[in-house]
């Protein structure tokens, strides 16, 4: 009695611990298939907001030359 139940008991572990190991198995491989597939885009995103940023701290550091040399261009011309 006593060996039908450690092996009863031996299945049981088997099976769900393999039961799990393919859960995380299966978790893992779609988690890798995802970040392969949403890497290049998260990675152009954010290139992407990067060169937005900069074009726009360039921006405001050339505003005021820009605005200036325009002052200067039209004051020259009708003053």
Known sequence: MAIRAIAAATIVTVAVTTTVTTVIMVATTTIVAVTIVAAPI??????RIVVIAAAHI??????PIVHIAAVAVVAAKFG
């Not at 998260?42 to 290139?47: G, L, P, S």
């Not at 360039?58 to 505003?63: E, L, P, R, Y």
């Open 42 to 47: 998260v990675t152009i995103a954010v290139e």
């Open 58 to 63: 360039a921006a405001i550091a050339v505003d």
